[in-house]
């Protein structure tokens, strides 16, 4: 089973600032599939990048994700007061689908 | 419309038994595999299931492999999780998502549901 592991745990940056966040995984992605989610506080998660690169519909393009085989990034260029929040990686490229421990982008 | 709303959430006591639902609305519900996701508070998410879209086909994560039962009604189009044997680290809420195509990530989400185990 693939293991996710998400750097840095916690993010502290101000708005308008770059934010990169890393997804590692213990082997092999199959076909990057790979997946980043955006969780605000008593919400349910949102979708932002699947296939490692692919923005969901609607995301805005501040979101950008790259990276193959066992190490991926999220990018967001400037951050926004609501993208403060914890961020997920999470592998699809068969079962089971794990996600990463989070990444909590926190106003600095 | 996208839909999804989960209910069924509560308290029970170790080693019960809840039966979760997740009601769709808004799309052909049964041309959609399905996920369960779960978290506990204050922690991250957690795959739990997934299914056919025929429902034909479950797989679990093992942590709840042989405890949790993944079905669907398509007629209904209503998800159900079947939770048994229960234990205190089951404690979380439950989200119900679809995906676009069989193999995608889930792109809509329900709420969540709250379950709790304890004495």
């Known amino acids: 089973e693939i293991v996710l592991t998400q750097s840095p745990g916690t993010l502290s940056l101000s708005p308008g600032e770059r934010a990169t966040l890393s997804c590692r995984a213990s082997?092999?992605?199959?076909?990057?599939?790979l997946a980043w989610y955006r969780q605000k506080p008593g919400q349910a998660p949102r979708l932002l990048i699947y296939g490692a690169s692919n923005r969901a519909y609607g995301v805005p393009d501040r979101f950008s994700g790259s990276g193959s085989g066992t190490d991926f990034t999220l990018t967001i260029s400037r951050l926004e007061p609501e993208d403060f929040a914890m961020y997920y990686c999470q592998q699809y490229g068969g079962s089971p689908w794990p996600f990463g421990q989070g990444t909590k982008v926190e106003i600095k | 419309e996208v839909r999804l709303v989960e209910s069924g959430g509560g308290l029970v006591q170790p080693g019960g038994s809840l039966r979760l639902s997740c009601a769709a609305s808004?799309?052909?519900?049964?041309?959609?595999?399905m996920h369960w996701v779960r978290q506990a508070p204050g922690t991250g998410l957690v795959w739990v299931s997934r299914?056919?879209?025929?429902?034909?086909?479950?797989t679990y994560a093992d942590s709840v492999k042989g405890r949790f039962t993944t079905s669907r009604d398509n007629a209904k189009n209503t998800l159900y999780l079947q939770m048994n044997s229960l234990r205190a680290e089951d404690t979380a809420v439950y989200f119900c998502a679809r995906p676009y195509n069989w193999n995608d990530p889930p792109d809509y989400w329900g709420q969540g549901t709250l379950v709790t185990v304890s004495s």
């Open positions: 808004g799309f052909s519900f049964s041309n959609h595999w």
């Open positions: 299914i056919s879209s025929d429902g034909s086909s479950a």
């Open positions: 082997q092999s992605v199959s076909s990057n599939y």
